[in-house]
């Protein structure tokens, strides 16, 4: 059987070996952030018992990503990208030994957690756009939808695992010393496996640093306005309606388990969006894609108000579990959109936009949530956000008709000769 017949289920990305590695690296470093996510997050609100600054977690690590993103993804465009991801992953095994420190000195500043966050963020910002672009360098186009469901699953399996061991962890052993020692092994794992990696970067125009060159990536993403589209839709749909943050104060408070409790909560969107990828992988979406992300992003919000109003724990996982799905339909619509119609010269300028749209959703979110709970309270923080979410999807429907229309996704599968 000849490659052009092999099935949707036979996944030949698997096949190579530096793309297996790539894979390996990013399952572990993705697991030891999440793992660590919750030992943070538990022990800042163990310290201080205020949601706000739950929301100042999330602004510690956005800050950097706003203030180096186009450093950044210049760098990744201009440098060995393999070589910049090993200095990255370095970087995280030291974040994570910082915070193993902190606490094994027995420290109850959240100032010195904030600070480790700070660097957090600015490894976290080198990484992204890095590791973005190198992904299409490592299987043949026309695998490359493929290789995108793949790239999904595997994350959302680590966003499962992570905050489930790190729960866990964390509950048997009475502390987050563990999990962060945890944390700083699988990160020296994920070094390991990239340090493997041996694709060679295609020939890229060497192009000095300038105000034009750093900013190509934004005159790019501002002529796609289906891709414009698709990455703000996201960036403020989340940015409302995440509320990760707040997870803390459900377990604690609203559901009443403990730090095992906070780790299935955080998992539930990770099941979702793992089964919802992998359904993807073997069901592309192959029309009306435009329509299929603004209904699910729609559903986003509805199960983020359901989350918010529930005082069960098997509700709560269930709705989380459904905005995890709802979620990765967007996330695979826009990173097949992204990656492949970006020249590879602008790869990792394009992707540090994206970036920064993903933090002002992710970290920016989390600070937008625990500066609403503090303000309205955490229930009603949630809430809103949901309804906010709604409305934007309104906006965008009305804002951005190229991206309403979109039908088909171009990917490299119809290119094949």
């Not at 041996?198 to 891709?227: C, D, I, L, N």
Request: charged share 10%; aromatic share 10%.
């Amino acid at each position: 059987m000849g490659e052009s017949q092999l099935l949707p289920t036979q996944t030949p990305a698997l096949a190579y070996p530096d793309f297996t590695l790539y894979q390996v690296a990013r399952f572990f470093i993705v697991a030891a952030l999440e793992m660590q996510s919750v030992a943070v997050g538990w022990q800042v609100y163990e310290i201080t018992h205020r949601p706000l600054d739950l929301g100042l977690v999330g602004l510690a690590q956005f800050l950097p990503g706003f203030l180096l993103f186009l450093v950044a993804g210049h760098a990744a465009d201009r440098h060995n990208r393999t070589r910049l991801l090993n200095i990255c992953y370095a970087g995280f095994i030291v974040c994570s030994g910082l915070l193993l420190a902190l606490t094994l000195r027995h420290s109850h500043s959240v100032y010195a957690i904030y600070a480790v966050l700070l660097l957090l963020g600015v490894v976290r910002c080198f990484n992204w756009p890095a590791s973005r672009a190198l992904l299409p360098q490592l299987v043949p186009a026309e695998y490359f939808s493929k290789a995108v469901a793949w790239n999904a699953s595997l994350f959302q399996a680590a966003t499962i695992l992570g905050p489930s061991i790190g729960g866990i962890l964390y509950a048997l052993v009475g502390g987050p010393a563990i999990v962060y020692g945890t944390a700083t092994v699988a990160s020296f794992i994920a070094l390991i496996a990239t340090l493997r990696i041996r694709t060679k970067s295609q020939p890229r125009p060497a192009e000095e640093m300038s105000f034009h060159t750093v900013m190509a990536g934004f005159r790019y993403v501002w002529r796609e306005k289906v891709v414009l589209g698709s990455i703000s839709l996201d960036m403020f749909a989340v940015l409302l309606g995440g509320a990760v943050a707040l997870l803390p104060v459900y377990a604690s408070e609203i559901l009443r388990t403990g730090p095992w409790g906070l780790g299935l909560l955080r998992s539930a969107p990770g099941v979702g969006a793992a089964m919802m990828a992998l359904f993807l992988a073997q069901r592309p979406i192959r029309g009306h894609a435009g329509w299929i992300m603004l209904i699910c992003v729609a559903g986003f919000g509805v199960f983020t108000i359901v989350f918010g109003v529930s005082r069960s724990l098997p509700i709560s996982l269930l709705a989380l579990f459904m905005v995890g799905a709802t979620d990765m339909v967007s996330v695979i619509i826009r990173a097949t959109l992204v990656q492949i119609a970006t020249p590879d010269e602008m790869r990792g300028r394009v992707n540090a936009v994206d970036m920064l749209f993903i933090g002002a959703s992710n970290e920016l979110g989390e600070f937008e949530s625990g500066l609403t709970a503090h303000w309205f309270g955490t229930e009603r923080a949630v809430v809103l956000g949901g309804i906010g979410t709604l409305i934007v999807i309104g906006l965008w429907a009305w804002l951005f008709p190229a991206l309403r229309n979109a039908d088909k996704l171009h990917t490299g599968e119809e290119t094949r000769t």
